[in-house]
């Protein structure tokens, strides 16, 4: 039986993984498991840049920033399925922490699996709170500043007095947008809400890291439609969305549905048996002369182009487009030609613009009067995303089954509207909402309704709105549920010997699962080593007394049982066998046990004997 690794308690290492790739691509350049650049600057050759002076972004603190990235989490994310909706049934998940620390632990589950990303980080306005992360443990920091430790961290804010206001800014948004580019499949598209303070930078931030090459556009989104009258200057009505692909060269973006009024403009007066049709010109500029001829109307006129202009078709196609009744001369034959496009023909969409007004994609101050409504009147959130700005974002960065990820999620406008646009197109995405669980103000109305950080505010939206849609029983609505999990550090005790009772160390190290953990924290912890999605199917069964969980159809088999006698061993192997043969899983099954279930090594290597006996190799300790 093989244990799992000594680094179990920690998320993917990327820096590991990296080496590895690049370990395929140019082994050459590895000498006893160490790179030699020599030989890769040799193997990249002109590809390599020697000139000192370089364009770029550089600011205090990105090398640091950049180390986050790469530095593996210490921590875990432990279900809460008593405060969860459809647990067993539903695909979405809210999670409650750091997202930083989020990012890292969902590496391994979903890299290349998420469609869409959006995100509203906090704007750069010198008021909101900032991520004060920290490289020596930012688990730990994270506890603090969210007071979930006696050693309670003050929020901080980004004051413009504080000297490095922007750096302070990038070096919080610099390894998280590493990490999310990692989760985007090949096809996937990030949107990013910005405003005037940190447009610029976050552009060369983005042609950093995805490449100039994928930026897609730098949408202007209208906030409000009436403006400021305080204002000193000129009034803010707007905001930005950037948009960048992961493969600008493989992604594609979905065109919008088509309108009433769109449709509307299309009619058929001459009972055409392909349906309704709208007229639409037939010259063009400049002049061709091969295109410049006269044509004759069925009344009798003759007609051609005004000066400086051609007809689109060559006298040979236009004569084909009149025999198929696809020029129209109007009613009575005379008028001037123009071309007949029929409905059935035209795009089932709508290309999107880069100009977003507040009748399309809503309002802050629509927004605002949303969440009032879901909330019994209260101000819970300041600034929520208007539902159907995020519905826009949504129909067009992606299609049924994809994840849709927000790791600012606020209020849970992306959850809301991903629920909302399911049911009005029938597809069937998946959110993944990961809020900061930060403390509510003491005094404001979000405190005065019993909630206490902002995450409760973000679960009880998406409980209520999915509440409201279950109770709509004219329209059917799939998933509509969501996994919780909380942040926290690992199951697994750290290796902290004391050098004094260095004895006593080492009896305290023998469980090493820490004992105010749950059997299911253990085994979403284990999903997240494996690289399995946290929403996959998960059975229980009872066998030889012992509770076995069956993941993923048979792809991985935990029994979590503190102690498995000698005379457990074999009811209890091939119980578990059996359950295997049911499911017939296309892949490999692992099988995990609790290491320190077993009396012995002699145990341990009995119930191994009697899986490999049947064919199942891969047998596992914890």
């Not at 980080?121 to 603090?144: A, C, I, Q, R, S």
């Not at 580019?181 to 042609?207: A, K, P, Q, T």
């Not at 309704?276 to 037939?282: M, Q």
């Amino acid at each position: 039986m093989e244990k799992l690794d000594e680094n179990f308690g920690k998320s993917e290492d990327i820096i590991a993984n990296n080496i590895e790739q690049l370990k395929q691509l140019f082994p050459e350049a590895f000498t006893d498991g160490r790179i030699n650049f020599e030989v890769l600057k040799q193997l990249l050759g002109e590809y390599i840049d020697t000139n000192e002076e370089k364009y770029g972004l550089n600011w205090f603190g990105k090398k640091k920033a950049r180390q986050f990235a790469l530095t593996p989490s210490l921590g875990t994310l432990r279900p809460c399925p008593e405060k969860s909706v459809d647990w067993d049934t539903t695909k979405n998940m809210i999670i409650s922490g750091d997202n930083l620390e989020v990012l890292k632990l969902l590496q391994k589950s979903y890299t290349g699996k998420i469609k869409l990303i959006y995100i509203d980080p906090p704007y750069n306005t010198g008021k909101e709170f900032v991520y004060n992360d920290d490289y020596v443990d930012n688990l730990k920091n994270y506890l603090e500043i969210t007071n979930q430790t006696e050693d309670s961290a003050k929020l901080s804010s980004n004051s413009e007095t504080g000297g490095r206001y922007h750096t302070n800014w990038m070096n919080m948004l610099y390894p998280r947008l590493v990490l999310a580019r990692n989760l985007l499949g090949s096809d996937g598209f990030i949107f990013i809400s910005i405003d005037d303070n940190e447009l610029h930078n976050l552009r060369l931030l983005c042609n950093e890291l995805f490449g100039e090459e994928n930026f897609v556009a730098c949408i202007v989104w209208e906030t409000r439609f009436n403006p400021i009258s305080m204002s000193k200057t000129i009034s803010d009505v707007h905001e930005y969305i950037v948009v960048y692909a992961k493969n600008n060269a493989v992604a594609q973006i979905n065109y919008l549905p088509r309108t009433e009024k769109q449709d509307n403009r299309y009619s058929n007066p001459d009972n055409d048996v392909r349906g309704d049709w709208a007229s639409d010109n037939l010259t063009a500029g400049p002049a061709v002369a091969s295109r410049v001829y006269d044509v004759e109307t069925p009344s009798g006129r003759i007609v051609r182009p005004s000066e400086g202009l051609c007809w689109i078709f060559t006298k040979e196609r236009f004569d084909e487009m009149v025999a198929d009744n696809r020029i129209t001369f109007g009613l009575d034959g005379s008028n001037f030609p123009r071309l007949k496009r029929f409905l059935s023909e035209v795009k089932q969409g709508v290309v999107p613009t880069t100009i977003w007004t507040y009748k399309d994609a809503g309002s802050t101050q629509k927004s605002t009067r949303e969440l009032k409504e879901i909330f019994d009147g209260k101000k819970v959130f300041d600034y929520p995303k208007p539902v159907d700005l995020m519905k826009r974002i949504i129909t067009i960065g992606s299609k049924d089954e994809d994840i849709v990820l927000d790791f600012f999620a606020g209020s849970g406008s992306t959850g809301h509207a991903v629920l909302q646009q399911n049911a009005e197109d029938g597809f069937n995405r998946r959110f993944i909402l990961v809020q900061l669980p930060e403390p509510c103000q003491i005094g404001s109305e979000a405190y005065s309704l019993g909630y206490r950080t902002l995450t409760d505010v973000c679960v009880d939206r998406i409980s209520r709105v999915s509440n409201q849609m279950k109770t709509n029983t004219t329209s059917c609505y799939n998933d509509l549920g969501y996994r919780l999990f909380n942040l926290d550090y690992s199951n697994i005790k750290a290796w902290d010997p004391s050098a004094s009772d260095i004895e006593r160390s080492i009896e305290e190290i023998t469980e090493y699962i820490k004992s105010d953990r749950s059997e299911q924290d253990i085994l979403f912890e284990l999903l997240l080593k494996f690289g399995l999605d946290l929403a996959v199917q998960i059975e229980s069964r009872d066998i030889a007394n012992k509770q076995v969980y069956n993941v993923g159809y048979g792809v991985l088999l935990v029994c979590l049982a503190a102690n498995i006698n000698n005379t457990e061993i074999e009811p209890l192997a091939h119980g578990m066998i059996e359950w295997i043969k049911e499911q017939n899983p296309e892949a490999e099954t692992t099988v995990v046990f609790r290491d320190s279930a077993f009396a012995d090594d002699i145990a341990k290597t009995n119930i191994t004997a009697i899986f490999n006996q049947y064919g199942f190799l891969n047998i596992r300790s914890l």
